[in-house]
Protein backbone atom coordinates (compact mmCIF):
# COMPACT_ATOMS: atom_id res chain seq x y z
CA UNK A 1 0.00 0.00 0.00
CA UNK A 2 1.25 3.40 -0.97
CA UNK A 3 0.84 6.20 1.06
CA UNK A 4 -0.21 9.52 0.11
CA UNK A 5 1.98 12.44 -1.60
CA UNK A 6 2.11 16.05 -2.07
CA UNK A 7 4.04 15.66 -4.77
CA UNK A 8 6.22 13.20 -5.92
CA UNK A 9 8.52 11.61 -3.61
CA UNK A 10 7.24 13.80 -0.77
CA UNK A 11 4.99 12.01 1.42
CA UNK A 12 2.16 13.42 3.79
CA UNK A 13 2.54 13.08 7.17
CA UNK A 14 -0.36 13.85 9.51
CA UNK A 15 -1.10 16.75 11.78
CA UNK A 16 -2.04 15.41 15.55
CA UNK A 17 -2.01 18.60 18.09
CA UNK A 18 0.19 18.22 20.94
CA UNK A 19 -0.73 19.54 24.12
CA UNK A 20 2.14 21.04 26.35
CA UNK A 21 2.46 19.30 29.65
CA UNK A 22 1.06 22.31 31.86
CA UNK A 23 -1.67 22.02 30.25
CA UNK A 24 -2.32 18.03 29.64
CA UNK A 25 -2.11 18.68 33.35
CA UNK A 26 -4.87 21.95 34.17
CA UNK A 27 -7.16 19.57 31.69
CA UNK A 28 -6.96 16.04 33.60
CA UNK A 29 -7.61 18.35 37.03
CA UNK A 30 -10.62 20.34 35.47
CA UNK A 31 -11.71 16.74 34.15
CA UNK A 32 -11.43 15.09 37.97
CA UNK A 33 -12.67 17.98 39.59
CA UNK A 34 -16.11 17.91 37.26
CA UNK A 35 -16.37 14.68 37.94
CA UNK A 36 -16.09 14.70 41.77
CA UNK A 37 -18.91 18.00 41.34
CA UNK A 38 -21.20 15.84 39.29
CA UNK A 39 -20.95 12.57 41.77
CA UNK A 40 -21.76 14.74 44.56
CA UNK A 41 -24.87 16.45 43.18
CA UNK A 42 -26.12 12.99 42.17
CA UNK A 43 -25.14 11.81 45.21
CA UNK A 44 -27.23 14.47 46.45
CA UNK A 45 -30.02 13.93 44.10
CA UNK A 46 -30.30 10.45 45.81
CA UNK A 47 -30.59 11.44 49.00
CA UNK A 48 -33.50 13.46 48.14
CA UNK A 49 -35.64 11.29 45.89
CA UNK A 50 -34.92 8.36 48.53
CA UNK A 51 -36.68 10.41 51.67
CA UNK A 52 -38.90 11.43 48.90
CA UNK A 53 -39.96 7.75 48.21
CA UNK A 54 -39.25 7.81 44.34
CA UNK A 55 -36.89 4.45 44.37
CA UNK A 56 -36.38 4.20 40.81
CA UNK A 57 -34.67 7.74 40.48
CA UNK A 58 -32.95 7.63 43.66
CA UNK A 59 -31.20 4.16 41.98
CA UNK A 60 -30.41 5.72 39.15
CA UNK A 61 -28.76 8.43 40.61
CA UNK A 62 -26.83 6.07 42.84
CA UNK A 63 -25.08 4.21 40.05
CA UNK A 64 -24.18 7.67 38.39
CA UNK A 65 -22.80 8.86 41.31
CA UNK A 66 -21.00 5.93 41.55
CA UNK A 67 -19.47 6.31 38.03
CA UNK A 68 -18.57 9.20 38.34
CA UNK A 69 -16.47 9.04 41.60
CA UNK A 70 -14.76 6.28 39.98
CA UNK A 71 -13.39 8.54 37.29
CA UNK A 72 -10.76 9.80 39.66
CA UNK A 73 -9.73 6.77 41.15
CA UNK A 74 -8.99 5.48 37.59
CA UNK A 75 -7.01 7.97 37.00
CA UNK A 76 -4.69 7.48 39.61
CA UNK A 77 -4.24 3.81 38.65
CA UNK A 78 -3.17 4.68 35.66
CA UNK A 79 -0.48 6.95 36.99
CA UNK A 80 0.87 5.10 39.41
CA UNK A 81 0.61 1.78 37.15
CA UNK A 82 0.98 3.42 33.88
CA UNK A 83 -1.73 1.38 32.35
Do not use: D, N, W
Not at 40 to 52: D, E, I, P, R, T
Amino acid sequence: MRAATASPGIPIEPKSPRVSGARSILLHFVRIVLCAAGAAALFVGYQHFKVSGQTGLSTGSLVGAALLALVPVRALLSELFGV
